[in-house]
């Protein structure tokens, strides 16, 4: 081959090799960047006073008087939506008017028995109310201008009778005058779609049946039975989201038959007569000061419990959950592992038998980690607990060992390299003034080897705090209480991560949150991993005598 | 020189604390303290060859009500897996081709990274640079494989889904970039380590021929390392097909062999993934519960294997490095 083309291809594949790393580089960038920005806004994000309303009411956090203070200025600002939705209603919404004129006409049935008035004045009196209580409902339901402007003249004709005044069949005459004011600017033929429409924007500014909204439940309205509807958006990134869905329309059409459904964004002021536009603006622009975004520092993320399905609150319990199991399992695989470390490198006299081990750890280390999760289940929980006595239950004991048996060649393997990497001479000092091999160990080469050792406990910590599989079936559950004992079930970070992935739909709505679980995790991990590299390089440059 | 003017004096002897001879109790006490110590010690570190049979024997056991009563043809050979059904069939044949194509497909794309990153690592970069870019790859390897999974679900999946029109994000593909990643730490450090430890004078040799760099890995360091970088594989793959919050979360769980074979964006089911999801719903010592057993035993098996491979092959390759 020509000498050239040798050189550039032997380029090639050293440029190959390279972008081999920068890729892994890359990879590695891509999958953390993004999760650990989104996740660390769970912490750090502008919060608007909602949520500092929901803090002071679920957790107790803030000044009482400030927040009332801020309150009343938001409140000052919201007004103006509330009058404007309402003003517009009162001549769109004609199922909640007939409703409320079929009220009044009680209640001044009521009003009438209370009086004690003869029993033919009492039956006039109600007649006349269901009359003009009939013909406003009919004049609701009317699409022709000039039919209403009719119909509630008539009513009016009532409003100077002595034997109503400053009764609440007053009521009647106020709803069909204001009646008549908003049907005059709007196009009736409309109601329907215009009610539905309405129903739509008060979704996305109060709340829905299901979904809270930009600025939570209105004043005196009472308390919806799910948390997460008494609050509006809380953070000021979902108030923007919010506020997009409020002033534009998205809709999936079919511009062309066959083609894939396109998305199209049109403005849902649109969708309203210009007697409700103003409306679209005056939130546009006044949105802050409505909801008063601020930055804040939620740092009791980490310690708060979560309120309605992760939608507020934090992952204390979670990561209460993740430390108990860790520690536990600590207990269990730091001396089963030393032991285990010490005797391979010390007593590694007999052939067979130390094979024989040296398998079992492989083959340990190589057994997936669902198959300890099956393995945790038969063993642990339905056979050991029953054995001692305990109920066979998924807890918190049963997850450790389960990850302690995972975790076990982790520690192995890293003692007893930590242990190895011991010079020889320091041992063959201690033995020669006359130390048994035992006392050597204990006092000379455990000492020596100790911040190796470390590093495999760290390893191990880390590996038993991300591992998921396993605590399945043997003590992790997705919602519960903080636990009082190790026979009880728990929390985790890990499982915790997998469950606000896959499943519920409430937590997309929360992605801050979701983010946020799994960063927790991975940050625990990472910098738990981080020591132990830190850690052993300093090892071993130190028995290395730099 | 008189001889007899020299005297010779003597120190007297120290004061021994104590009897330098021991008495035959202290000396049988001495003796069976060392080898019970022994004793206990070696079977403290049994623990492992324990918990290894453990595993087996009370994964096996569970499974045996269902070997027994279902027809193992059934198991392994049919591809309708319908184990809530009025008369359930148990049939895991898609389950474990499913499983094995995701960690294939792994592999694919593993194992040519992972060689060349091992040959970056080893042959081209000075020794402080490594030292930066190996913490790199033990980072990767360290993110939980929830982690994984969460990334696969919730930022590639939709991204996959927009980008390539795929009808589903969570496909055979997505299991098998992020089980690739998974796998590409255990690779690279397994190629690198018998990559390196073939020692200079290989390299020098082709060198001195008039080789290039290019031309002394692929036709000399690579041939000589080949047992290492198999067992490189081999444990990437048993990484692999043992992973499950990965494949449960990003393979979409759809029990079916792709058709096209090489249609990566089908939805798979893998055996962890099977034994994953439906383990909480069934009732003990239901079949249900049995052949989700008898899927551990077989992972086992797989492992077991595969494990068996990667030493013989990390043997041949410590024997042809010339260490010992």
Redesign the interface.
């Known amino acids: 081959m020509n000498l050239s083309v040798r050189g550039k291809l032997d380029r090639v594949f050293t440029a190959a090799t390279g972008l081999s790393v920068v890729l892994l580089t890359l990879v590695l960038v891509a999958i953390l960047g993004p999760m650990v920005y989104r996740g660390s806004s769970a912490v750090f994000f502008q919060g608007t006073v909602e949520f500092r309303k929901m803090q002071r009411n679920l957790f107790g956090r803030g000044d009482e008087q400030l927040l009332h203070a801020e309150v009343a200025e938001t409140e000052e600002f919201r007004r103006q939506v509330y009058d404007m939705i309402d003003g517009f209603k009162k001549g769109v919404d004609v199922e909640a008017m007939s409703e409320q004129a079929r009220e009044i006409h009680r209640q001044f049935g009521q009003e009438l028995r209370d009086k004690n008035l003869p029993a033919d004045q009492y039956t006039k009196l109600r007649e006349l109310t269901r009359q003009i209580r009939d013909k406003l409902d009919s004049a609701f339901h009317s699409q022709d201008i000039d039919e209403i402007q009719r119909m509630v003249a008539e009513v009016l004709k009532n409003a100077d009778n002595p034997q109503l005044k400053d009764t609440s069949a007053e009521k009647l005459f106020a709803i069909a005058r204001q009646f008549l004011q908003a049907a005059r600017q709007i196009d009736l033929s409309k109601h329907h779609e215009y009610a539905a429409a309405l129903r739509e924007v008060e979704g996305i500014l109060f709340h829905s049946e299901t979904l809270p909204g930009l600025l939570g439940p209105r004043p005196g309205e009472p308390a919806a039975p799910l948390v997460m509807l008494r609050y509006g958006a809380t953070r000021w990134d979902q108030a923007q989201a919010l506020l997009d869905r409020f002033l534009w329309v998205q809709e999936w059409v079919e511009e062309k038959p066959g083609h894939p459904l396109v998305m199209k964004r049109r403005v849902r002021a649109e969708s309203f007569p210009p007697s409700l536009r103003p409306l679209f603006a005056y939130v546009e622009q006044n949105a802050g000061k409505m909801l008063r975004p601020q930055r804040t520092v939620y740092w009791q993320f980490l310690i708060d419990d979560n309120v309605n399905s992760h939608y507020f609150g934090g992952i204390g319990p979670e990561i209460l959950g993740t430390m108990l199991i860790t520690v536990i399992g600590m207990l269990f695989v730091i001396p089963l592992g030393i032991i285990s470390a010490a005797y391979l490198v010390e007593c590694s006299s007999d052939g067979w038998t130390m094979r024989i081990i040296r398998m079992g750890i492989n083959t340990l280390a190589g057994v997936p980690s669902i198959v300890f999760g099956l393995f945790g289940l038969a063993f642990f929980v339905l056979f050991l607990f029953p054995l001692l006595g305990f109920e066979p239950k998924p807890c918190i004991l049963a997850a450790s060992m389960t990850l302690a048996v995972l975790t076990l060649p982790v520690m192995i393997r890293a003692s007893e390299e930590a242990i190895r990497a011991v010079p020889p001479s320091y041992k063959e000092g201690s033995l020669a003034l006359g130390a048994s091999r035992f006392h050597t160990f204990l006092a000379v080469t455990f000492p020596a080897a100790l911040p190796g050792i470390l590093t495999g406990v760290i390893l191990s910590l880390s590996r038993i705090a991300g591992e998921t599989a396993p605590i399945l079936f043997t003590g992790a559950v997705s919602l519960g209480a903080v636990p009082h004992s190790v026979f009880a079930p728990t929390r985790t970070l890990s499982y915790g991560s997998y469950d606000m992935a896959v499943g519920d739909r409430l937590a997309m709505m929360v992605p801050h949150n979701q983010y946020g679980m799994v960063v927790a995790l991975m940050m625990l991990i990472l910098i738990l991993n981080a020591a132990a590299i830190l850690l052993r390089s300093r090892v071993f440059k130190k028995l290395r005598g730099q | 020189m008189n001889d007899a003017n020299l005297t010779l004096t003597l120190a007297p002897a120290a004061e021994a604390p104590r009897p330098l001879a021991l008495t035959p109790a202290q000396d049988l006490r001495g003796y069976l303290g060392?080898h019970l110590?022994?004793a206990l010690?070696?079977f403290?570190?049994?623990?492992?060859?324990?918990?290894?049979l453990?595993?087996l024997v009370?994964?096996v056991?569970?499974s045996v009500g269902f070997l027994s009563q279902s027809s193992l043809t059934e198991f392994i050979a049919s591809q309708s897996w319908r184990p809530t059904a009025e008369e359930p069939v148990f049939g895991a044949l898609a389950i474990i081709a499913g499983s094995l194509y995701v960690s294939f497909a792994a592999l694919v794309f593993a194992v040519p990274?992972g060689i060349?990153?091992a040959?970056?690592?080893s042959d081209?970069i000075s020794w402080k640079v490594r030292?930066v870019?190996k913490?790199?790859?033990?980072?990767?390897a360290?993110?939980?494989?929830?982690?994984?999974?969460?990334?696969a679900?919730?930022?590639l999946a939709p991204w996959m889904q927009n980008q390539f029109g795929f009808s589903t994000g969570t496909n055979a593909l997505n299991a098998a970039l992020i089980l690739a990643?998974m796998a590409?730490p255990t690779i690279i450090s397994v190629s690198e380590d018998s990559i390196s430890a073939l020692g200079r004078e290989l390299r020098e040799a082709s060198y001195s021929c008039g080789a290039?760099?290019?031309?002394t890995?692929v036709r000399a360091v690579i041939p000589a390392a080949h047992s290492g970088i198999i067992a490189a594989a081999v444990l990437g793959m048993?990484r692999a097909?043992?992973?499950?919050?990965v494949v449960w979360?990003a393979s979409g769980n759809a029990p079916q062999i792709p058709h096209p074979w090489w249609d990566l964006a089908q939805s798979v089911r893998t055996l962890?993934a099977t034994?994953?999801g439906e383990?909480?719903e069934t009732p003990?010592a239901s079949l249900h519960r049995g052949a989700?057993?008898a899927m551990?035993v077989l992972?086992?098996l797989m492992?077991?294997g595969?494990?068996v491979i990667s030493?013989y092959f990390l043997t041949r390759a410590k024997k042809a490095s010339g260490r010992t």
């Open positions: 060392a110590g022994r010690l070696f403290i570190t049994f623990t492992s060859v324990l918990a290894v453990l595993i009370f994964v056991v569970r990274l060349l990153a040959v970056f690592l081209i030292n870019v913490p790199l790859v033990e980072i990767l360290a993110i939980p494989s929830v982690a994984y999974g969460f990334f679900v919730v930022v990643i590409l290039t760099r290019l031309e890995i048993m097909i043992g992973e499950t919050m979360m962890t034994i994953a383990m909480g003990e989700l057993f551990g992972l086992l492992t077991f595969m494990n030493e």
